[in-house]
DNA sequence: ACCTGAACACCGTTCAAGT
DNA sequence: ACCTGAACACCGTTCAAGT
């Protein structure tokens, strides 16, 4: 099987979903494709290339915006389409914030966001500041900056513990309600799920107001 | 003058100032500071913990809670102290965001910020709720995946313009009306700071709300 | 003309040798 | 005991040599 542009992103991605992008490397591709490092500038013309095709494979797998429902179905079915695809492939928020410029694909996806905030009875002015307010939600980053309750796992003394629970007395108060909360669920730690779209629909229900009162 | 870990993380905040995280190696510290790569590592153990330093300093830049005043408006001015530390140091939000667990500075802000939240007068769950819907706007992240006006400077002639308007209809209305907006005003491009306290002010007044409403 | 090995200019970090 | 140069195991990419 001679290599090919989608033989290399194929394995790119597998490898980037495996091992995180920090574990990509031209070389290590090359390997796993069985093949001199040097073959893949054949078909890619440096690593910055190679990572914005990366992505625009991840975008490709977001559905188009489905049409017969109202703008806020559309656009929260949309958006939580792009988190599903993001979620298979976790690297690819940090890959889109390191490039300098958003990829034609990208870019297409923005274009067709704004037009359904338009078709939504939107106007210009309350679109161009929607999009913004949702900023990277859009492509349905979570932007958590931590897990609250990975840190607080079973492996962990009391003596820490209760250490923690000094330095930090608010944290530790939620931690302990949600796990309280969950006591009868399966597992521990919030439902990240429902926290984004929680948030979704807060920006959603916030912006239809505004809409509504111009 | 003796080398410190202060006098460290002073040159290695300085540096990613200047050059961007991408810029600075260990070796290209030890340069500035005129001294030989392995001399850093008698002040910090490694790459990742002098990264977290680097953090720390930044978030120690934060404002402290203002006293006196609703939650409100203690919590939007602090979030917008947070966003001006970081917009001093553009690298900050990036490093975060690799880094694998946040900094006990991070964590002490965190708590902080819930406590501000529970104080007025949030619930448990609510507050949960909200510090995940809030996310890194908290710590004044602006989360931009591309600044839209910055493609469309006078470096771009108008057969290329006209391919734009072809394939990103909406886009192209948006980066007009914007640009129309401001044709008094200096420069050209969207008002940053604007967009960023539209949407704290949305995700705050989203928030009372419900609380009000429990 | 095409392919590719060696080489270049980096990187973080280890480790042994020198003081 | 402390400091540090050389070395190791990487990296993306250039370039000339080999076919």
Redesign the pocket.
């Known amino acids: 099987m001679p290599l090919s542009k989608e033989r290399v992103l194929g394995a790119a991605v597998a490898l980037a979903d495996a091992q995180g992008v920090e574990?990509?490397?031209?070389?290590?591709?090359a390997q796993e494709l069985g093949?001199?490092?040097?073959?893949?500038?054949?078909h890619v013309a440096?690593?910055?290339e190679?990572l914005d095709a990366m992505v625009d494979v991840v975008v490709g797998e977001i559905d188009p915006p489905a049409g017969g429902t109202d703008w806020k179905t559309a656009m929260r079915r949309r958006v939580l389409s792009a988190r599903g695809a993001l979620l298979r492939h976790p690297w690819t928020s940090r890959v889109m914030e390191s490039r300098a410029s958003p990829t034609p694909a990208v870019l297409a996806y923005m274009d067709s966001m704004i037009g359904m905030f338009r078709a939504g009875g939107f106007s210009i002015d309350l679109t161009h500041h929607a999009m913004h307010a949702m900023g990277s939600r859009l492509l349905g980053f979570s932007q958590e900056l931590f897990d609250e309750t990975a840190d607080v796992g079973p492996g962990m003394d009391a003596e820490t513990l209760r250490e923690l629970a000094g330095a930090f007395p608010h944290i530790t108060e939620l931690v302990v309600a949600i796990t309280h909360d969950q006591a009868s669920v399966v597992g521990v730690g919030c439902d990240d799920q429902f926290e984004f779209e929680f948030a979704l629909d807060l920006m959603l229900d916030g912006l239809e107001r505004l809409r509504d009162r111009a």
Chains 1, 2 share one sequence.
Do not use: E, F, H, Q
Not at 23 to 29: E, F, T, V
Not at 35 to 42: F, N, Q, R, S
């Open positions: 574990g990509l490397s031209m070389r290590k591709l093949v001199v490092p040097m073959a893949l500038y054949k440096n690593k910055d190679l």
